[in-house]
């Protein structure tokens, strides 16, 4: 089984636990370091920490702080454990993004990428979403302004995911996922909510995981790289910068071919998909670890397997 395939097949298994699984019993937590959404009902399977955490702060008791202090902890062992592969191999919204490309490549559409200036510039949105989820419930706990206005804020950055707009529909739970006319307030943050959800999935058939630059989870889930089980290293002695690995990012990330210093490309932003070493047609170049021990290298027998495949797939259609 090729790493696609299997990729595939864990995201496929990853949607349904964590979209349908609490139909089975499942109940994973609410620490979960990918959007297991809240809103889906009782077909969920988890819960997405980012909901936790603004519901805990806009709490504002210290016994709420507590109970966020232990969710931390669980929400960081996960994290440490396989890093941003909870983005590229576990989160339903990845599914989806991945999804939407696929049927693009059957219809045999092509794709846009950012210019790298648009992409820096671009680059604020998830702080900006991350500093909505982060501050606004401490405006919501301690309302010294617009007290009718912070009511209506519970969980802000859910209240614009998109995550909490389409993955509903997949449990046949449409109540969160039209305008909520309660107040003002709500009304434009659903309406703001429902744009960013149009704007994905049309997005993401056009732009490989368009979404994905903009997460603020994955910005929290980047910050733990350094100290994360799962690594992606190069060999600059072996790599000859033939951008084949750019090429196959989802995320279009240059710095991985363009790297000559380092060992560690594990970047931010990489979701550790591992197409970059799927696809490296030098022995060795890449390779993917764990706790030190390669798990996954690049190979030229393995590139050009690929590429017989590929030919073989295209004669025959």
Same mark, same amino acid.
């Given at each position: 089984?090729?790493?696609?395939?299997?990729?595939?097949?864990?995201?496929?298994?990853?949607?349904?636990?964590?979209?349908?699984?609490?139909?089975?019993?499942?109940?994973?937590? *609410?620490?979960?370091?990918?959007?297991?959404?809240?809103? %889906?009902?009782?077909?969920?399977?988890? =819960?997405?920490?980012?909901?936790?955490?603004?519901?805990?702060?806009?709490?504002?008791?210290?016994?709420?702080?507590?109970?966020?202090?232990?969710?931390?902890?669980?929400?960081?062992?996960?994290?440490? !454990?396989?890093?941003?592969?909870?983005? *590229?191999?576990?989160? &339903?919204?990845?599914?989806?993004?991945?999804?939407?490309?696929?049927?693009?490549?059957?219809?045999?559409?092509?794709?846009?990428?950012?210019?790298?200036?648009?992409?820096?510039?671009?680059?604020?949105?998830?702080? =900006?979403f991350f500093f909505i989820a982060l501050l606004?419930?401490?405006?919501?706990?301690?309302?010294?302004?617009?007290?009718?206005?912070?009511?209506?804020?519970?969980?802000?950055?859910?209240?614009?995911?998109?995550? /909490?707009?389409?993955?509903?529909?997949?449990?046949?739970?449409?109540?969160?996922?039209?305008?909520?006319?309660?107040?003002?307030?709500?009304?434009?943050?659903?309406?703001?909510?429902?744009?960013?959800?149009?704007?994905?999935?049309?997005?993401?058939?056009? /732009?490989?995981?368009?979404?994905? &630059?903009?997460?603020?989870?994955? !910005?929290?889930?980047?910050?733990?790289?350094?100290?994360?089980?799962?690594?992606? /290293? /190069?060999?600059?002695?072996?790599?000859?910068?033939?951008?084949?690995?750019?090429?196959?990012?989802?995320?279009? %990330?240059?710095?991985?071919?363009?790297?000559?210093?380092?060992?560690?490309?594990?970047?931010?932003?990489?979701?550790?998909?591992?197409?970059?070493?799927?696809?490296?047609?030098?022995?060795?170049?890449?390779?993917?670890?764990?706790?030190?021990?390669?798990?996954?290298?690049?190979?030229?027998?393995?590139?050009?397997?690929?590429?017989?495949?590929?030919?073989?797939?295209?004669?025959?259609?």
């Open positions: 089984m090729t790493v696609t395939k299997l990729r595939w097949t864990i995201l496929t298994i990853s949607f349904l636990v964590l979209v349908l699984g609490g139909l089975v019993g499942i109940n994973l937590g *609410g620490f979960l370091p990918t959007f297991a959404c809240t809103y %889906i009902g009782g077909a969920r399977g988890g =819960i997405c920490f980012l909901w936790r955490l603004q519901y805990l702060l806009g709490a504002g008791t210290w016994e709420a702080i507590k109970v966020l202090g232990e969710l931390f902890i669980y929400f960081s062992l996960l994290v440490i !454990l396989i890093g941003r592969a909870w983005c *590229g191999w576990i989160c &339903p919204l990845a599914f989806l993004q991945n999804l939407l490309d696929l049927i693009r490549r059957k219809l045999h559409f092509g794709y846009i990428r950012f210019p790298e200036r648009l992409r820096s510039g671009l680059n604020s949105v998830k702080w =900006i606004v419930p401490l405006w919501v706990a301690y309302p010294f302004f617009a007290p009718l206005v912070a009511r209506d804020l519970g969980q802000p950055f859910c209240q614009l995911c998109p995550g /909490k707009y389409i993955l509903p529909l997949f449990a046949a739970n449409i109540d969160y996922t039209a305008v909520n006319f309660r107040s003002a307030t709500t009304i434009v943050m659903s309406l703001l909510g429902l744009i960013f959800s149009v704007t994905v999935i049309m997005g993401a058939f056009s /732009k490989r995981m368009f979404w994905c &630059p903009y997460c603020p989870l994955g !910005l929290l889930l980047g910050w733990y790289r350094k100290i994360s089980f799962i690594k992606l /290293k /190069k060999d600059d002695q072996k790599c000859t910068m033939c951008e084949i690995c750019y090429n196959v990012c989802p995320v279009d %990330i240059e710095q991985v071919f363009k790297e000559r210093e380092r060992e560690d490309v594990t970047f931010a932003d990489c979701n550790l998909c591992l197409r970059c070493v799927e696809y490296c047609p030098e022995d060795d170049a890449l390779r993917a670890t764990f706790l030190g021990k390669t798990i996954y290298r690049s190979s030229r027998k393995g590139f050009f397997s690929r590429q017989g495949t590929l030919t073989k797939n295209s004669d025959s259609n």
